[in-house]
């Protein structure tokens, strides 16, 4: 039996006007986490640009929005030119939130060169160029950045491999840049959720392995979308600035107990 989940009005518990005139620019808006925590950032009272490469589900994410404050470009974030010309047009940013990402679960003896590099290039290369891009925008502004990982990376994650490396990655760059960006006023966080339901999940695992992964999770539920998004933007209102390149794992403790729930 799952445990009871906060209701999404119950994780909302960030003041009205928490962002109110910042600039967020969220990566992969167009569904799931992305667009719970662009529309949750657009209530704060931010603007928000959303990316992902579907026109259309950033156009429903629109729709959702009902406000002008939101608006969407399609792109590749692994097209690297293009990503940065995109980010440089923005010019002065508040918030980045590095969401954009996924992968295929395979056993890693099954993962090829090409496989690896798609999903390496995807969840730590292409994040680490958006964030040198994005730099000059954040560092005229003070800006924050939120980058996406997964529960406790490098406890080893069967059938993840390729992603528990990327994703272990991007919680060292972002320690790495914490440090050096300080000068510049720049903060980043590493936000790692635990298995949250989104239609993108339920692509990637069958809903038995998702059910036998939430049944193992301490707390003995999944995280939902309106729990990380809260979290995102308490991380980009300044409220956490006393926190200063850290993992955090908002993942019902799932990083605690051995991942075996998976094959691979
Ligand atoms: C404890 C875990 C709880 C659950 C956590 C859930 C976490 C989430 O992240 S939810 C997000 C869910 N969404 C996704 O994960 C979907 C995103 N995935 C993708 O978009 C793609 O898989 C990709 C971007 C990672 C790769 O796409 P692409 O670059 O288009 O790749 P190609 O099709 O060109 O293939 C490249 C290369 O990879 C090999 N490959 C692809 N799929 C598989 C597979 N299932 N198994 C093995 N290998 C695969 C493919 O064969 C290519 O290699 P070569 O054959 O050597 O050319
Ligand atoms: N759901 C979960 O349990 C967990 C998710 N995560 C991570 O959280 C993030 C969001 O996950 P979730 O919402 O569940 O998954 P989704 O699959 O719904 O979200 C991934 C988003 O990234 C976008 N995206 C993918 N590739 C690219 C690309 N090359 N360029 C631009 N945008 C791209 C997708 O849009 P489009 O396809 O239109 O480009 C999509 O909107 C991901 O990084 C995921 O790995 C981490 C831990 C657990």
Redesign the pocket.
Known sequence: MIAPRPTAQECKVLPAAALRDRLALVTGAGS?IGRAVALRLLELGASVVGVGRRAQRLAETAELAKTSRFRYQALDL?DRPAAAEFVAGLGGLDLLVNNA??????PAA??????F???T??NLTAQASLLLAARPGLAARGGRVVNLS??APDRG?PG?AH?AAARAGIAALTRSLARRWRAEDIRLFCLA????L?A??G???PAGD?AR?VARTPLGRDTTPGEVAEWVAALGSGAADAVSGALIEVDGG?GLVA?A??PG
Do not use: M, N, W, Y
């Open positions: 799931g692994r990402g996924g992968q295929f679960v395979a099954e993962i090829s060169r090409r496989g590099d798609a999903v290039d995807l997964l529960s994650l993840h992603s959720p635990g298995t949250v989104t993108g999940a692509e990637e695992l998702l992964i799932a991942a729930a998976l």
